[in-house]
């Protein structure tokens, strides 16, 4: 087989990644049950903490981000994902509005950390310093929604998305099928 | 606390009546005695008016010219509207900075005087104007500003600052202000000469269904800028049940770029009221009330004296001129600096007593309106009609201006022409026309109706004022072909957050992304699919929104995305598809100086 008939005949590959996210997105795509065996006919997975893949072992097809960039790692993931992935979708209200982590956007960064590392009330910090080891990725002066940072294509909204809305969405960019998705799985209030 | 308060306090309630209706007219006494109205002052008024203190701050939190802090005994309010703008605002700004020894927003060091900036007061035709206090400055210099300053200084009051007196009433010692009116153009209905009471006697001679029978044969519409039937509005009141019926008038005018009212207000305040007591004898009311935008203070004492006047000529007061079991009088309700205020059911909301957010509709005011009685909302304008029909007859008035839209219009006009002020113009004039009036012909746009109105450009010249083509309440603003029309949009859209009563997200939420999706593309970094999304968006703004407000907030955006289009086009770059307005640098900038390292990913 040459190497462009492999690719044909490759399944295409799906990555994931949770930024400044609670993991919920993540939880809502396992929420999608014995599909996943399903998916797994369709897809492979490359980088993702579903599999722990840590970096990307090639092109994918689609991406799906959940969380929004909170710190210089989240910006150059995110970048990684729009170089890696033909399509990028943002999942979940996190990805898409920056959503709760997203409550510090009102208050200086440095009041931020001085509440949550010095002046909490719950706050027990013996050292009397904030934490600044080389290893711990810089904050963002505010925390963006990924569309800010690279064009995103598509958006999931849902805090989390339900599995079914993520489900009818990857299956029908897999299968090349509009998607048309009732109303109930993109209503919120 | 200081007893002084306690006792201010209690006296300013006790003065009406411990009404809770009645909390705009306590705190901005509150505020006129203290210069704020403080925590202390807000418990004391929820006592004693025996309502819950949020209902107190969510008053004085909500208008622009009540605080929580301690202003200085002067206020000083630079007018920030767009025309100012052009006119010279940054530049008396600056001379109010450097005289002053602060910034906008500030109080001076020994507490006296406190500079802010206000949107629209309706004095565009004689920008950059400047309140300072109650006190209007017009056509403002460097020069007035240090004249002003040094006279507050050595402690002249307000009031007693040195100015040249306008025209007409403006010099009548009750008004005593440096305001032009302006008048360029006098027609038959508002501003021909004035003889008081006939129209009331011919109204009180018929019945009120013949009354409200004759402003429809009129075809009478309001003049606010809606454009609704006044005769119909007036049928529903009537019809509606209730012990008692209100009138009021709508004299909040804010929309920037509109002063027509506060002309009338000068000059025929006579008019109105005569239009008011006809009102209220067509529809069933005894009371009306003048919503009064606080900007017009100043009008305040001759507006009161006028009221007195007609009382005394028994234009007011029981049985108004000897109709037997006809009562009807007026108060004044001062607005205190909120634009939404205008829209009726926020004004209803306003003379209440509340924060000024508009409600929900139906019931329309004419069911349930101020304190749940069916009432009628018109505007100055309109009432000035009214009475002007009654005198002169349904028939002549139907005969001026054209088939969907009778009378006569008054005009703001404003901006970059060479005779800004007040036209009355019969309806159906031509946009050309009112351009050769006023001396703006070489017009790059011309602003119609206000920012919630539309922008159109030389190729809609050619068209009519009137309620079925270009349709306003009166303002427009002209802006030569040296004018940076984006820049116009962005202060609408400036204007219309800081406005918005924040009640409903599409207006309180929408507006702030239209911005700053306008802003990226003005900045450069546009891409073709911003128009699509600001399109959007400002269609969802306008289609969702609660109120009149919210509904014509995106108009700026979509009026000149419809009609001027080529200059976004200009500015979006059609061979880059993505334009991230985030730039890593800039937003670990912070980080870097807390943590004292450099990025780990990304090198400078």
């Known amino acids: 087989m040459t190497k462009e008939q492999e690719n044909i005949m490759a399944k295409p590959k799906i990555a994931t990644t949770s930024l400044a996210g609670c993991f919920g997105c993540h939880m809502s795509i396992l929420d999608i049950d014995d599909r996943i065996l399903e998916l797994v006919e369709l897809v492979d997975f490359d980088k993702s903490p579903i599999n722990d893949i840590k970096e990307f072992t090639g092109e994918c097809l689609v991406g799906l981000v959940e969380g929004g960039c909170a710190n210089e790692e989240n910006v150059r993931v995110l970048q990684d994902f729009r170089k890696h992935c033909k399509i990028l979708i943002s999942v979940g209200d996190c990805a898409i509005n920056g959503g709760l982590p997203a409550m510090r956007n009102t208050i200086s960064l440095q009041e931020c950390l001085d509440e949550a590392y010095l002046n909490g009330p719950s706050t027990q910090n013996t050292s009397g310093k904030i934490p600044n080891d080389p290893e711990i990725p810089l904050l963002l002066d505010k925390v963006y929604p990924c569309h800010e940072v690279v064009k995103v294509d598509y958006h999931l909204p849902g805090c989390p998305p339900p599995a079914d809305t993520i489900w009818e969405a990857l299956v029908a960019l897999l299968t090349n099928k509009p998607l048309d998705l009732p109303y109930e799985l993109i209503k919120y209030d | ?604």
């Open chain 2, 1 to 604: 606390m200081s007893e002084n308060l306690e006792s201010v306090v209690k006296t300013i309630c006790e003065g009406f009546s411990n009404e809770k209706s009645r909390m705009m007219d306590i705190v901005r006494e509150v505020q006129e005695n203290f210069g704020g109205v403080s925590d202390d002052a807000m418990d004391l008024i929820a006592k004693q008016v025996q309502t819950p203190r949020v209902e107190v701050e969510s008053v004085v939190s909500f208008y622009a010219f009540l605080s929580k802090e301690q202003h200085g005994n002067v206020v000083i309010s630079l007018c920030d509207d767009i025309i100012d703008r052009m006119f010279g605002f940054e530049r008396i700004k600056g001379v109010f900075n450097e005289a002053l020894g602060i910034d906008v927003g500030e109080t001076t060091e020994d507490g006296s005087i406190t500079l802010e900036t206000a949107p629209c007061i309706g004095m565009c035709d004689q920008a950059p104007a400047v309140m300072v206090n109650n006190e209007i400055f017009t056509e403002v210099s460097g020069d007035t500003v240090t004249e002003i300053v040094e006279q507050l200084r050595d402690g002249v009051a307000p009031e007693r600052l040195r100015r040249r007196l306008g025209d007409g009433n403006n010099s009548n010692p009750l008004v005593s202000a440096a305001v032009s009116n302006n008048i360029r153009k006098e027609d038959e209905v508002i501003f021909a000469p004035l003889t008081c009471g006939n129209a009331l006697k011919k109204a009180i001679a018929m019945s009120p269904n013949e009354v409200i029978r004759d402003i429809k044969t009129a075809r009478l519409r309001g003049r606010g800028g809606a454009g609704f039937p006044t005769g119909m509005k007036w049928d529903f009141t009537r019809g509606a049940q209730g012990e008692k019926k209100f009138v009021i008038c709508n004299a909040d005018e804010g929309e920037p770029g509109t002063f027509k009212d506060r002309v009338i207000l000068t000059e025929r305040p006579q008019l109105l009221i005569e239009g008011m007591v006809i009102a209220g004898y067509a529809i069933g009311a005894e009371e009306g009330i003048i919503y009064l935008r606080g900007e017009y203070n100043y009008l305040r004492p001759y507006l009161e004296d006028t009221l007195q006047k007609a009382r005394n000529s028994n234009m007011l007061g029981t049985n108004v001129m000897g109709k037997e079991g006809f009562n009807f009088d007026i108060r004044i309700q001062m607005g205190a600096g909120a634009y939404v205020c205008g829209e009726e059911t926020a004004l209803i909301s306003s003379c209440e007593g509340l924060r000024g957010d508009p409600k929900n509709r139906p019931p329309f005011p004419a069911q349930k309106g101020y304190l749940g009685y069916p009432t009628s909302v018109n505007n100055v304008e309109t009432f000035c009609c009214v009475a002007r029909i009654l005198d002169q007859g349904a028939g002549w008035f139907s005969q001026i201006g054209s088939k969907g839209s009778t009378g006569t219009k008054l005009l703001s006009i404003s901006g970059d022409c060479r005779r800004p002020g007040v036209y009355e113009v019969p309806f159906g004039i031509k946009m050309t026309e009112v351009l050769e009036m006023a001396g703006g012909e070489g017009a790059a746009a011309v602003q119609v109706g206000g920012p919630s109105g539309q922008m159109i450009g030389p190729d809609d010249f050619e068209r009519t004022i009137c309620y079925d083509d270009l349709a306003t309440g009166g303002a427009l603003m002209i802006f030569g072909p040296k004018r940076d029309l984006l820049e116009v949009v962005e202060y609408f859209m400036e204007f219309f957050i800081e406005e918005s009563c924040g009640y409903c997200t599409p207006c309180r939420v929408g507006n702030v992304l239209l911005k700053q999706r306008l802003q990226k593309i003005m900045e450069g970094k546009g891409e073709p699919s911003d128009l699509a999304y600001l399109e959007d968006l400002g269609n969802s703004v306008k289609s969702t929104s609660r109120c009149g407000l919210g509904q014509t907030s995106a108009n700026p955006i979509l009026s000149t995305l419809k009609n001027f289009r080529p200059l976004y086009e200009a500015l979006v770059k059609e061979d880059q598809p993505f334009q991230p307005t985030f730039d890593i640098q800039k937003a670990l900038g912070v980080a870097k100086g807390i943590a004292g390292r450099s990025s780990m990913h990304f090198a400078e």
